[in-house]
């Protein structure tokens, strides 16, 4: 099993980086942090209250 500790600190440091950026949707967040070079339109463009679901 891994480490439950490790996933607070993950958190705040992607809130700290939203907070940085606030006009990027969650997706877009994501995408930026992943830089897979791959493009996926639907995290990309779902709006927050959407993704909250």
Sequence with gaps: MRNPERIQPMLDRIA???KENPDFRLGQLIMVIAKTGEHSP????MED?????
Excluded: G, N, T
């Design 16 to 18: 700290e980086m939203w």
């Design 42 to 45: 639907k995290l990309f463009y």
């Design 49 to 53: 209250e959407d993704f909250l679901k």
